[in-house]
């Protein structure tokens, strides 16, 4: 099975639209209708909504799309590009998934200050979270060592192709493939002069143009029952159009090594679990890749260094989510993510 471990498992991102199949309405004297498609992908469900005045896209269309892209960036695909290039010690030739991802995700590490890195694959590994249980914490001798293949810098792209400077260093890109997917599946649509859609895979979230009522596209942001019933921020809606939305969280996430638990969120700085209190982060931003591979950036960043970031972007908002020290449960967020924000009445 194919999946991309997104983190999100606490923190559903969901999308609230009028309704599914199709409905028909009429827009300038011109007879349109809402079409959904639904399926399974990366070890998750998508769904695709377009309002269009005839039924266009086949699923089969989005299927083979999602196929091209899992035979680049599927760890779960023995023959994927991606594991091609972890088990050479040099290089491999690129296709524009690897190579867009890969050059997207050099620049945010280096946006994030290594924050967020797709080289931090073995540090995840060390702890657990990507293979079986470890039988006890790694040393800090282990750490600096897997520490030395570690961090965008051993990545480069000369022409067509992904170099590494250390044999030992291998790249995951769970954390930013199902954003880039969510665009790729966008464009497919646009490709095909529908104007007017919402996409979604795992949570991960682009709407274009305006729903069946002529308004930007509403999207409910849920906690679960981790939280407490009575804290309302954790139950918000935004709206919009031409914009992503993406989340990342840890709260059910953890490994227990000895008498301790190790949240799933590691440090690709130190190797070492994250242990910042932020629960989650919601990011809105121009595309899903690039939302995508913030959120999970912020998760290790913490709190004031996030919202700096995103203010300094300009067109990035952020929501975080954050336990206290009494274990109560508080959230906040930067300016021009409550732009975005519907308010209730």
């Known amino acids: 099975m194919f999946m991309y471990s997104k983190l999100i498992s606490f923190f559903i991102i ?4 009028m309704s599914s199949g199709f409905v028909h309405v009429i827009h300038s004297n011109t007879h349109k209708s809402l079409f959904t498609l639904t399926g399974q992908a990366q070890g ?30 599927s760890l779960y695909q023995p023959t994927s590009l991606i594991n091609q290039f972890n088990n050479n010690s040099r290089c491999v030739k690129g296709d524009r998934h690897l190579l867009h991802v890969v ?28 293979a079986d249980m470890p039988k006890s914490i790694p040393t800090k001798d282990l750490l600096h060592q897997t520490l030395q293949a570690v961090g965008s810098h051993h990545l480069s792209i000369i022409k067509d192709s992904l170099v590494k400077d250390n044999p030992n260093t291998k790249i995951d890109c769970d954390g930013i493939a199902q954003g880039y997917t969510v665009d790729q599946l966008s464009l ?65 996430k953890f490994r227990q090594l000895g008498n301790l638990y190790w949240s ?49 972007s300009k067109d990035l908002g952020v929501h975080i989510v954050y336990v206290n020290a009494d274990g109560s449960f508080s959230d906040t967020a930067n300016a021009y993510f409550k732009r975005f924000l519907l308010h209730s009445h």
Request: one cysteine or more.
């Open 14 to 17: 969901l999308i609230i639209v």
């Open 44 to 73: 998750t469900t998508y769904t695709i909504k377009y309002i269009y005045s005839s039924a266009i896209i086949e699923k089969n269309t989005i299927d083979l799309l999602l196929s091209d892209i899992d035979q680049s960036l």
């Open 103 to 130: 050059r997207t995700s050099i620049l945010i590490s280096a946006d994030t200050h290594g924050c967020f890195d797709i080289t931090a694959k073995p540090f995840s590994m060390l702890w657990g979270f990507n």
């Open 188 to 252: 497919l649509l646009r490709n095909q002069g529908i104007k007017d859609f919402m996409v979604e895979l795992g949570g991960e979230v682009f709407s274009s143009g305006k729903n069946l009522s002529g308004n930007d596209w509403v999207i409910g942001i849920e906690g679960s029952d981790v939280y407490t019933k009575d804290q309302n921020f954790l139950s918000k809606k935004i709206s919009l159009s031409n914009m992503a939305v993406t989340t990342s969280g840890s709260m059910k």
């Open 264 to 312: 799933h969120v590691v440090d690709p700085r130190t190797g070492l679990p994250v242990d910042n209190g932020i629960v989650s982060v919601t990011v809105i931003g121009k595309d899903a890749i690039t939302a995508d591979a913030y959120d999970n950036g912020f998760m290790v960043m913490g709190i004031q260094s996030s919202l700096l970031l995103a203010d300094q």
